[in-house]
């Protein structure tokens, strides 16, 4: 499928307009406002991890996938495991 993104014309703008401000439910920000604006979203972390490569082994990864968002969370979290269990490592 591919999207139109042919210019509107006036006719079209206009109509567009109108039905927005028909809409009770529909808010136009002003440029002031939109000036105040800051970003929403996750706040950055206080330590941050480490984007690397690792192989891991077919099955291990399918588990871990397997366990749906978060899995890779959860790699780091088994690996801090075993570094808790293997203190003289």
């Known amino acids: 499928m591919r999207l139109d993104l042919r ?3 006036e006719i079209e703008e206009a109509a567009i307009n109108a039905g927005i401000a ?3 439910a529909s808010f ?14 996750r706040p950055p972390a206080e330590v941050r991890k480490e984007h690397i490569t690792i ?8 588990r871990f996938r ?24």
């Open 55 to 62: 192989r891991l082994s077919p099955d291990v990864l399918e």
């Open 7 to 9: 210019a509107v014309d």
């Open 22 to 24: 028909a809409d009770p």
């Open 66 to 89: 397997a366990t749906s968002t978060g899995w890779q969370t959860r790699i780091d979290a088994a690996l801090r495991e075993w570094l808790r269990s293997h203190p003289n490592l």
């Open 28 to 41: 136009e920000v002003s440029h002031e406002q939109f000036a105040r604006m800051r970003r929403a979203g």
